[in-house]
Nanobody, 124 residues
Framework: VQLQASGGGLVQPGGSLRLSCAAA????????IGWFRQAPGKEREGIAC????????KYTDSVKGRFTLSKNNAMETVFLQMNSLEPDDTAVYYC??????????????????WGPGTLVTVSS
């Protein structure tokens, strides 16, 4: 599955962006979906995930209340709505899918397919 994330760009602190993740003709189904990010000089970190099996979602503490992961089945697209962006949110953002499971994790090894990433820069 070739995923493609889009929607990144330059935004001022306090602004919003919506990232999209899709793969042509791929419905996601009950896959586990994850969003990760990697800031310069830092390790890749999981920030949001959703189980396609039980629809549970999980967010890392730094983005709770600001980021929302959703899936539009009709559009076969996954979104990450990011509000109240901060300079520390600057990173390359990746979407990933993993096998169907109850719950979801932030372990990169649990995800089999990755998109190439989209850059988000939060700066005034």
């Amino acid at each position: 599955v070739q995923l493609q994330a889009s929607g990144g760009g330059l935004v001022q602190p306090g602004g919003s962006l919506r990232l999209s993740c899709a793969a042509a003709g791929y419905p996601f189904g009950r896959d586990t979906i994850g969003w990760f990010r990697q800031a310069p000089g830092k390790e890749r970190e999981g920030i949001a995930c959703m189980s396609g099996q039980d629809r549970s979602r999980k967010y890392t503490d730094s983005v709770k209340g600001r980021f929302t992961l959703s899936k539009n089945n009709a559009m076969e697209t996954v979104f990450l709505q990011m509000n109240s962006l901060e300079p520390d949110d600057t990173a390359v953002y990746y979407c990933a899918i993993g096998r169907t499971r109850f719950g979801c994790t932030f372990v990169p090894g649990d995800y089999e397919s990755w998109g190439p990433g989209t850059l988000v820069t939060v700066s005034s």
